[in-house]
């Protein structure tokens, strides 16, 4: 959908709109209290987009049931056939353009959390900076949207893309992704994954904005990289080290072999190769 498209088109498809109420039956407050769901977009996050800078609320959501469009990290596609869950939230952080990469790892550990909550015997983790996995195949990813005045962040968008009834990925994905009906052999209700996930996303985001600390707990806890060897493609470069740490900012702690210390923040790169956990 292009940018400049009148924003009152937007409104009028809209297909869904209902007060929430979480999986353990309290009625949510902010995140999901609007919600907007079209059964086809090229990308959640660009009509998401358009509606914040539109002034729409924090905690907004825009979901659809399949994507033309889907946007990746790093100028990816990102399959998005029927039956996965893809949307986008709208988020009002009060924080600078350089604090925005936790809400990477803000991201990841939320949807980590709600499949741990809903799915307990399967081992969810995280890949540095947004990949939530299982047997070290992608399940779901996140990519953060920032819209900044003068170094203050106006909106993020948080698009979230979670394999949920996906039964099938074409190659060379089949090598490297997974569906949680593949894992489980069960189909997941939508509606039930996305409240239970905006339920984990909401407290993460508020009290994080209390206790940073707590965050980074959570996001260790579901880590799959610390302690590992790693290679990371920076924009600097290859970097190989052990994983020491995740610090506040999302950045990735690595000791180099020279015995130095390197953070390389989530948008400055990617792992490229893992080894064996020592
Ligand atoms: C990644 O590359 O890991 C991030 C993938 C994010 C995909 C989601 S699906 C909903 C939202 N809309 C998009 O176009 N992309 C994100």
């Known amino acids: 959908m292009a940018e400049n498209q009148n924003s009152k088109d937007l409104y009028m498809i809209i297909k869904e709109k209902y007060q929430r109420k979480s999986v353990a039956g309290q009625l949510q407050s902010v995140f999901g209290k609007e ?9 959640t996050n660009k009509v998401a987009y358009l509606l914040a800078k539109k002034g729409a609320e924090e905690g907004t959501v825009v979901v659809a049931d399949e994507q033309t469009q889907g946007e990746g990290r790093g100028d990816h596609y990102w399959y998005s056939p029927q039956g996965g869950l893809w949307f986008s939230l709208i988020l009002r952080p009060r924080m600078v353009s350089s604090e925005t990469s936790r809400l990477s790892i803000l991201g990841a550990t939320g949807i980590a959390m709600s499949i741990d909550r809903l799915f307990s015997s399967l081992k969810v983790r995280i890949r ?8 070290d195949k992608k399940v779901a990813g996140v990519l953060i949207k920032v819209r900044t005045e003068r170094c203050n962040v106006n909106f993020a968008i948080m698009g979230v893309g979670v394999n949920l009834n996906v039964r ?3 190659s060379p994905l089949s090598f490297t992704a997974t569906s949680l009906i593949k894992e489980t052999g069960d189909s997941t209700s939508k509606k039930k994954f996305l409240e239970s996930t ?4 909401e ?3 508020f009290s994080s904005q209390v206790n940073g600390q707590m965050l980074l707990e959570k996001a260790r806890l579901f880590s799959s ?3 590992r060897q790693v290679e990371v493609i920076t924009t600097e470069g290859k970097f190989q080290g052990l994983v020491q740490d995740l610090d506040e900012d999302g950045g990735l702690i690595l000791r180099l072999e020279s015995g130095l210390h390197k953070k390389i923040l989530p948008e400055e790169g990617y792992i490229k ?3 064996q956990k020592i």
């Open 225 to 227: 990289l610390l302690g």
């Open 128 to 135: 540095w900076p947004n990949d939530v996995v299982i047997k």
């Open 35 to 43: 919600i907007y769901h079209y059964s086809c977009l090229e990308s």
């Open 203 to 205: 407290n993460l985001y």
């Open 168 to 170: 099938e990925f074409p």
């Open 273 to 275: 190769e893992r080894s």
């Open 198 to 201: 905006l339920e984990e996303l």
